[in-house]
């Protein structure tokens, strides 16, 4: 039988193989080998390694049985415990992680593989990962099984937990319901801004001749706060965006239409004093476009801030994941109380994705599309502005629908909303005029009409159209 190798002979061992450098703790739970150790039952507690881990001969051994007559000399800065202490203390870890993965299965977590002291991925049993299955669920299960924690990551999911080994589960779920739903837009803090801190300053006469240019007057100007801002030695127009009178955001437009607007502020619609209380809205795609309408007497109209998306997205985000059109549920208030939206954006197809991005958040069946007029033979107007340059206030007032005779559509377009009375002598074809033009709007923008014709019987009605 080998001799038996005292504490101290063991530790003086391990601090010259450690290189008796205090190093960093590595936990180990290997056993020296029974003769190695002298028939001791020596139980590997710590290692000191420096740079490098060390291999197994390179090990601090605490002979657990022995109480060493006096503390060595060189590093001893180990932590001792009896065996019996510490296969308890495995035991109960042990009994805790049984327990806590017991829990963790009841709620539908059930890896392939328990992982203990490390954060494990794998798939949400409430929300199974969405539709591209994704390893959404984290876990954590604390190496001495104290408690375990997870969290989905899925926003619209959301699912957390806590339990102990022997406690109820403390569970928590992001609420689908969108009025229960936390809004990221109520709970920012913007930054308030105001028009001295801003250097905001009248419009000078360049500006108001380069907007008189585009038939807005000084009165539409004024009325709308817009004004100039020097930033970098360059004056710049600057859009103020108020919400009861009160500056809220601001957006500059260089003359080379190049825009800037303001950081962390809250995005809203410009002009949208202008729509309080409205039962018809118009949205236009920019702020020269609401100046546009109201030159054309229209006041309850409003732009969107940020202007058009290149296309139509493929989904609708939830409200609180929607940055984009963070500006309508800031406004939702406002628009709420609308019954009848004209969405006026430009021609061109961002202008029409943005139309239809706009539809779908507002609701369709309240939402009406404008068809610009045609600038000259080739070419549509692009916008309320192009309209109100190239054909006047009089042709953007009448915006309308054209009633398929061109030389009837210079004089009269039909209009929602409006009462049309169509008068002349018996037997003149004021019947068949009308049905020819619903006919043509069936046609051009597939109206669907609803007839009451008391001089007509159903029978002929029918057949005639
Ligand atoms: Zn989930």
Redesign the pocket.
């Known amino acids: 039988m080998p001799p038996r190798p005292s504490l101290q002979l063991l530790l003086g061992m391990a601090a010259s193989t450690a290189g008796g450098d205090s190093c960093r703790l590595i936990p180990a739970r290997r056993r020296l080998s029974a003769i190695a150790a002298g028939a001791h039952r020596i139980r590997l507690l710590h290692s000191f390694s420096g740079s490098r881990r060390l291999s197994g001969g390179h090990e601090v051994a605490c002979c657990v049985r022995s109480v060493p007559a006096s503390r060595p000399a060189g590093p001893v800065a180990i932590h001792s415990s009896s065996v019996h202490s510490t296969e308890d203390y495995r035991k109960k870890c042990e009994e805790r992680l049984r327990q806590l993965t017991e829990k963790l299965e009841k709620e539908g977590i059930c890896p392939k593989e328990w992982r203990f002291g490390t954060f494990q991925r794998m798939m ?1 049993p ?2 199974k990962g969405g539709s591209r299955k994704e390893r ?2 984290s876990v954590f299960i604390r190496m001495d099984g104290v408690n375990t924690t997870w969290n ?1 990551f ?1 926003s619209t ?1 959301g ?1 957390k937990g806590y339990v102990q080994p022997d406690g109820f589960p403390k569970l928590s779920q992001a609420k689908h319901d969108q009025d229960s739903k936390p809004n990221v837009a109520v709970n920012k803090v913007y930054r308030k801004i105001c028009e001295q801190d801003l250097h905001l300053e009248p419009l000078c006469n360049e500006l108001v001749t380069y907007f008189s240019v585009r038939m807005i007057s000084a009165e539409t100007l004024l009325r709308n706060s817009v004004m100039q801002r020097n930033r970098k030695n360059k004056i710049v127009i600057a859009f103020t965006y108020k919400r009861d009178g009160v500056l809220v955001d601001c957006k500059y437009r260089k003359v080379s239409k190049k825009f800037l607007q303001e950081a962390n502020t809250e995005r809203i619609l410009y002009g949208l004093d202008d729509i309080k209380l409205a039962r018809d809205i118009i949205i236009v795609e920019g702020e020269i476009d609401k100046l546009s309408m109201e030159e054309a007497g229209y006041h309850n109209c409003v732009s969107v801030p940020h202007g058009a998306p290149p296309r139509v997205s493929r989904k609708l985000p939830h409200k609180d994941q929607d940055k984009k059109y963070q500006f309508l549920w800031n406004c939702k208030d406002y628009l709420d109380s609308a019954t009848r939206i004209i969405l006026a954006t430009d021609a061109d197809p961002p202008g029409q994705a943005l139309a239809e991005e706009l539809a779908r958040r507002l609701g369709k069946e309240r939402c009406w599309r404008v068809n610009w007029p045609k600038k000259n033979e080739k070419e549509v107007c692009k916008d309320a502005n192009e309209v109100l340059m190239f054909l006047g206030p009089q042709s953007l007032k009448r915006l309308g629908v054209h009633t398929g005779w061109k030389s009837m559509d210079e004089l009269y377009k039909v209009v929602p909303v409006e009462l049309t009375v169509v008068t002349g002598v018996p037997n003149s074809g004021k019947s068949e005029w009308i049905d020819a033009l619903m006919c043509n709007i069936n046609d051009q923008v597939g109206w669907k009409f609803v007839c009451a014709q008391w001089k007509t019987r159903s029978g002929s009605m029918l057949g005639s159209s």
């Open positions: 949400c409430m929300c959404c669920l989905c899925r999911c699912w």
